[in-house]
């Protein structure tokens, strides 16, 4: 009879210990919002003056998602990149920055537009944003202009 060697028998419970082991981190500093900031939108849409009165921010797969919603129900949702430097930037179509507005069923995206980040960092983000929206479904455009935004982000 041939003997077994303990080999690989222990190669085998080592894989299981390293397998088995997970590494338990504490939050960092990014994971947690500013509480201090006071988050704010302002726009005008399609001529009228527009105010949210609830926010989030949140930082989804490495971009920022900024909401705002207003008294009516209507939201407006930016996407700005968390890699983001201030500066201006081109928005809407393929690039990176990105609008949408929703009042009721009635979706708008941005078509082409442009964002100022004016400051960023330290899960906060403040800027400028207009554009020239299309309805998703009728494909009618409607501008929203003065866009001003200032967001904690988690």
């Known amino acids: 009879m041939k003997k077994i060697s303990g ?21 960092t500093s990014n994971s947690t919002p500013n509480n201090s900031v006071k988050s704010s939108m302002t726009a005008t849409v399609d001529g009228n003056a527009w105010v949210a009165s609830n ?5 989804i ?3 920022l998602q900024i909401e ?8 407006i949702t930016l996407g ?9 930037f081109a928005a809407g179509g393929t690039n990176p920055y990105q609008a949408t507005y929703q009042s009721g069923v009635t ?4 078509i082409t537009g442009t964002f100022k980040i004016t400051s960023i960092g330290s899960n906060a983000v403040s800027g400028t944003f207009s554009g020239s929206f299309t309805n998703t479904t009728t494909n009618a455009t409607m501008n929203i202009s003065g866009g001003v935004f200032t967001s904690s982000y988690q």
């Open 61 to 63: 797969s490495g971009t």
């Open 68 to 75: 705002g919603a207003a008294s009516d129900g209507s939201q």
């Open 55 to 59: 926010f989030s921010g949140a930082n």
């Open 80 to 88: 700005i990149p968390a890699s983001s430097k201030t500066g201006s």
């Open 7 to 27: 080999l690989p028998i222990l190669v085998f419970l080592c894989a299981g210990i390293f397998v088995s082991c997970t590494k338990t981190t504490s939050p």
């Open 107 to 110: 979706y708008w995206r941005l």
